[in-house]
């Protein structure tokens, strides 16, 4: 199946600092990428949609000047956690659609101290 | 929006049986529906999907069934093995791009 790569795994940053996560799709172009929030024992949260040359779409509920999300290239979306504070703390994963089938990184453990 | 519930949330098996997860949803004009496989600290891995068009698909020892009319569709797992433990999710949508992810369920299989 096609790859989608999402880097860091993990990273523990400082309260009141900021943390970019980057999304590439490795074999194939995605116009569109989709950036979810998992908490532990839970399901999926979308939190965005990341379209490639134009303003990402959030979801009710998140903050666009907290999560800034940037698609800078058709193979390429960035999460950037501003400001982040403990409650930011999370498993951040990003998918991108590739034809029919959607395709996810690995995640990015995220832990604000 | 769509609503998509997922039973059971947790399901224990001896290695050798079979596992049944089911899902329901609330829009019928929904018609994509796809199972994900994540293993603890990683990424949900896409396992199997089907569309509205078709009422059952295998692969080796998975496979989904649909009832379009019933608006369910469940995953089914022959001669489960422990590397199949896991988190199961189910999602629906009207295409890939798309999708509202079940609940999840927790599946064991005992050696």
């Known amino acids: 199946g096609a790859v989608v790569s999402q880097h860091p795994s993990r990273v523990i940053c400082k309260s009141g600092t900021s943390v970019k996560i980057e999304c590439r799709s490795l074999?194939?172009?995605?116009?569109?990428m989709f950036w979810y929030r998992q908490f532990p024992k839970q399901s999926l949260m979308l939190m965005a949609t990341?379209?490639?040359?134009?303003?990402?779409?959030?979801e009710q509920g998140v903050e666009k000047d907290k999560f800034l999300i940037n698609h800078a290239s058709l193979t390429l979306s960035t999460l950037t956690v501003t400001s982040a504070h403990p409650e930011d703390s999370s498993f951040y994963i990003c998918s991108a659609t590739r034809y029919t089938e959607a395709f996810f990184g690995q995640g990015t453990r995220l832990t604000v101290v | 929006g769509e609503n998509v519930e997922q039973h059971p949330s947790t399901l224990s098996v001896q290695e050798g049986d079979s596992a049944v997860i089911k899902c329901t949803y609330s829009?019928?004009?929904?018609?994509?529906f796809p199972w994900y496989k994540q293993e603890l600290g990683k990424g949900p891995q896409l396992i199997i999907d089907?569309?509205?068009?078709?009422g059952e698909k295998k692969d080796q020892r998975i496979a989904v069934t649909l009832n379009k009319t019933a608006k369910h569709f469940s995953l089914h797992i022959t001669e489960t093995q422990p590397e199949d433990s896991a988190v199961y999710f189910c999602a629906v949508g009207g295409s890939a791009r798309q999708l509202t992810f079940g609940s999840g369920t927790q599946l064991t299989v005992l050696p």
């Open positions: 089907i569309r509205s068009n078709v």
């Open positions: 990341s379209n490639e040359g134009s303003k990402a779409t959030y």
């Open positions: 829009d019928s004009a929904s018609n994509y």
């Open positions: 074999d194939f172009q995605a116009t569109t």
